[in-house]
C-alpha cells in the first residue's frame, strides 16, 4: 500500500516562503516512488518579498494559500494534521521554513517554532516515523527537536559554519554533507540534505533530493 | 557553446500564472542539457487566484515579480527581450499562459496576444529559432503566429476538442498526442507537449517535457 508522505510548505517562494524547485523536485521524487501525498502548509500572514527586486514590500500574504500554488490546489492547515494519519514527513527549504515554520531567521538558536509545526514534529518523533527535512530548514527541525528535549540528531545545512553553529546551539551535532548526498540519523530516523545551500543549479539539488526521499519513504 | 534558451513565465500557480511544476521541470531539463537560461516574464498587473481555495480574488499582482518566484530572482521583461538575443524560446502551461500573455481564456480563437510576446514570438519565427510550448500555452502561440500570417503549423493541447477547435480556428492544425510524446513541426521548428492537460500526475509530465525541451535545444 501507498506510503502517506506528508510534505511541509511555507509558502511560495524562495525568498519568502518554500523554495519552489526543492519543493517540487520533493514532490516528483514522491510521486515516482507512488507515494500518497500529503502536502501540508502553516496558515498565517507571512512577509512578503518581491523576487524580482529581492526586497521586501508591505504586504502580507497567507501561507497556506500560497503553499497550495506548489501543490496545484491540493493543501491542509498543519494545525490540523495529525502525525498519526502521515508516514513519513518532509520539509522542503526556502526562506520561509526559518521565517514562517520558526523564526530562526531572526532569533537563531533561540528561535521559536510555529505550535502546528512543533507538534506535528513532536508526533512523527513519538511515533518513529521518519522526517526529512533540506536546505535551511533543518535548522527549525532542530528548534523543534530541541522543543521536545530530543538532542544530539545529525543534521546537515551544509558547510555553513554560521548555521551549523546555531544548530550545534540547539543540541544536536552538525555533520558537513556535499549537495548530491545526505546525511541519514538512523536512530531517529532523521533525514537531511544540504540542497540549494549549496549550490545555484538546479540539477545539482537533485541526486541529494532523491536520496533524501526515497531514504524517508524506505524508513516510513 | 551553451545555446541561450528563454523562459517565457506568466506569473506564479497554474490557476493565475506559469504551472509551476511544468515550469520548474523545464529549467531542469535545460539545466541538465547546459543551456544558458534566460526566464523571461511577461510585466502586467495579474489577476490572483486562491490557490487553496480555487476562488478569484479582488487582488492583483505584477506578473514579473511572481514569475520571478519560479526562477529565484533572475527574470528580464519580456518587452526588454530580443529575438536575436536567444537561440531557443520555451512558454510552460498553466491558466496564466492564456490569461497574461493572451486573453485566450476569455476570448477564444478571437484572442489578443500581448504585444511584448507576439514580437518575441515573431522574432523568433523570422529568425527560424524554435519555440517550444506546453499544456494550454500553444493556444497563445497559435494566436502569435496567426497574427503574423503563419498558419498550419503542427500543435497539441493533448485531445481536448474544444481547445483543438479554437486552435483550427486561428488557422492552425491540431494534432492530438499523448501525455508522454510531443509534438514536432519540423518546417515551422515548433514543438508542443501536453502535460498537465492530460494528467493530474507529476511524473507523468517529466517524458513530454524532456523531450519538448531536447527537440527545442537540438533544433537551437
Known sequence: MAKKIGVLLSGC????????HEATLTLLALDKLGADIVPIAVSKQGDVVDHAKGQAVSEKRNTLSESARISRGDIIDAARTRARELDGLILPGGLGAVTNLSNFANKGYLCNVDPSVGKLIAGMIDDKKPIGAMCIAPATLAGALRDIAVEGVKLTVGNDPDTAAKI???????????????VIDEEHKVVTTPAYMLTERISEIVPGIEKLVKTVYEMA
Chains 1, 2 share one sequence.
Not at 13 to 20: L, N, P
Not at 168 to 182: S, T
Request: aromatic share 0%; glycine share 8%; net charge negative.
Open 168 to 182: 550545534e546551539q540547539m543540541d544536536q551535532v552538525h555533520v558537513e554533507c556535499a549537495v548530491d548526498d545526505c
Open 13 to 20: 517562494g524562495v525568498k519568502d516562503g518554500s523554495e519552489i
